[in-house]
């Protein structure tokens, strides 16, 4: 049997999708080849990667005046892309400090500009939270304002699309596709592929075109949007193998019944763990209600000393990938839109038990 992973990232993929993926390997189409082996520039590829682009507009309803870019080197690279294509003309922005995906934003960024940095994580009652918009000093020019839309470590999520004068840039890494959402109140929008998209490898960018033409002069080709935009993503050879990954993640996502449909099964995922926290004396959750994450749900023990324990027990109950990330400890569990209901309720199941035993 297949474990249910709650892996933070890489992360689960539906099995329908890893099952067609293995039935295509060695002979996709019919073609005597696996994809993998393709050239990237031929008619059958570029009808792949054209599909997967199509699909994911129709998933996001991206605007027409929106270039979709599948590029490489995780979203962390963006942290350094965003502000070389973006501080050539005014090389003043904002950043939104709330967590550690966020503060590596930052770090970046300050290498190329003028970095406004405006903190906004909060405690709430003793429960992490954000801050209201109203309490934040935004510059009067900056050339984009950026913000984690998720934090995936800390399990802090933002309630609402802030509202910016200049372009709002967002990391949708650990959120993109788990919640409908306005593109066109965005300039920009990334995400690493590894949570919510498909295998690591890929990352995409959702860039308006009136931000193509502010790029730095001393950019790197490979990293300029607006070269990525002409070329279709192909200025090099690009994770071709992840790219077809992601395009059959979108095709499931519309047999599902698109971002609505399974909105709906990950409110009742995360309402299902929550309530269980909430009620246990043996379980918290550090984060206050209004900024609770859709997708990575952090908590701890009443007794730390359990940790080790509970992990292995899960392990053994085939529920994996439980343990809080490195920098905060605890137990974390990522329930991205190919961790069925099933594996919530299963993990809930196992979490009482523990609880009755050991409380």
């Not at 993929?13 to 520039?41: N, Y």
């Not at 090389?91 to 970046?108: C, F, L, P």
Request: aromatic share 8%.
């Amino acid at each position: 049997m297949r474990a249910y992973n709650f892996c933070a990232g890489p992360a689960a993929l539906p099995t329908a999708v890893l099952e067609r993926a293995q039935a295509e390997l060695l002979d996709w189409q019919g073609k005597g080849v696996s994809i993998m082996e393709m050239s990237h520039r031929s008619s059958d590829y570029v009808a792949v990667a054209e599909k997967a682009e199509a699909d994911l507009r129709t998933l996001m309803n991206i605007p027409d005046n929106y270039k979709v870019l599948f590029l490489q080197g995780g979203a962390s690279l963006q942290f350094s892309a965003i502000p070389l294509n973006l501080l050539g003309k005014n090389a003043q922005a904002d950043y939104i400090h709330t967590g550690i995906w966020s503060e590596k934003a930052i770090k970046e960024a300050q290498r190329y500009g003028q970095i406004n940095v405006v903190e906004a994580g909060s405690k709430v009652d003793n429960k992490f939270a954000i801050t209201d918009e109203s309490t934040w000093s935004l510059s009067d020019n900056a050339a984009y304002v950026h913000y984690c839309e998720n934090e995936t470590i800390g399990g802090l999520q933002f309630s609402h699309i802030p509202t910016t004068t200049a372009p709002l840039i967002a990391d949708l890494s650990s959120s993109i596709l788990s919640a409908p959402i306005d593109v066109s109140k965005f300039g920009l929008i990334y995400a690493g592929a590894q949570k919510n998209i498909g295998p690591a490898g890929l990352t995409l960018v959702i860039v308006r075109d009136d931000l193509l033409d502010q790029a730095k002069p001393e950019i790197p080709s490979l990293l300029k949007y607006a070269a990525q935009a002409k070329n279709e993503s192909m200025v090099n050879t690009p994770a071709t193998y992840a790219w077809y990954l992601s395009g059959l993640v979108f095709e499931w996502l519309l047999e599902q019944g698109g971002v609505d449909a399974i909105h709906k099964i990950n409110q009742q995922k995360a309402e299902l763990l929550y309530d269980y926290i909430d009620a246990s004396a043996f379980y918290n959750n550090p984060i206050a209600l209004a900024n609770r994450s859709l997708m990575n749900v952090p908590f701890t023990l009443a007794d730390s000393q359990l940790e080790k324990l509970f992990l292995e027990e899960a392990e053994k109950n085939h529920l994996l990938n439980l343990a809080g990330h490195r920098s905060v400890g605890g137990m974390r569990a990522s329930i991205y839109n190919a961790v069925p209901l099933e594996a919530v309720q299963a993990l809930v199941s196992f979490m009482d038990e523990f609880a009755k035993r050991h409380g």
